[in-house]
Nanobody, 121 residues
Framework: QVQLVESGGGLVQPGGSLRLSCAAI????????MGWYRQAPGKERELVAS???????NYADSVKGRCTISRDSARNTMYLQMNSLKPEDTAVYYC???????????????WGKGTLVTVSS
């Protein structure tokens, strides 16, 4: 059994910063690509940023230059540093990871339950 546990969300003023964390917990053999997605009220879930096992990163145009994704493979943990936050960044942020557990023959997609980020004055 594998769980993705997000933390770090909260209320922040425009222009502020937050650091989200996502810890993968369980019987993990390896983790391929990890990513952060977000879903604002009334909108579809969208990719914010992703990072491969080789540390190749990809960002949505809306967050380029403001967000940095990183991972600590030894701790099975991923981070999203968000700076210069805007009200339009308000959303529930979800962690996603392609994980190969010790029980499975192939990697599967896992999602966290989400952490709310609210950018408001």
């Amino acid at each position: 059994q594998v769980q993705l546990v997000e933390s770090g969300g909260g209320l922040v003023q425009p222009g502020g910063s937050l650091r989200l964390s996502c810890a993968a917990i369980g019987s993990i053999f390896s983790i391929n690509t990890m990513g952060w997605y977000r879903q604002a009220p009334g909108k579809e879930r969208e990719l914010v940023a992703s990072i491969t096992s080789g540390a190749y990163t990809n960002y949505a145009d809306s967050v380029k230059g403001r967000c940095t994704i990183s991972r600590d493979s030894a701790r099975n943990t991923m981070y999203l540093q968000m700076n210069s936050l805007k009200p339009e960044d308000t959303a529930v942020y979800y962690c996603n990871a392609e994980i190969h557990t010790i029980l499975d023959a192939y990697a599967k997609d896992y999602w966290g339950k989400g952490t709310l980020v609210t950018v408001s004055s």
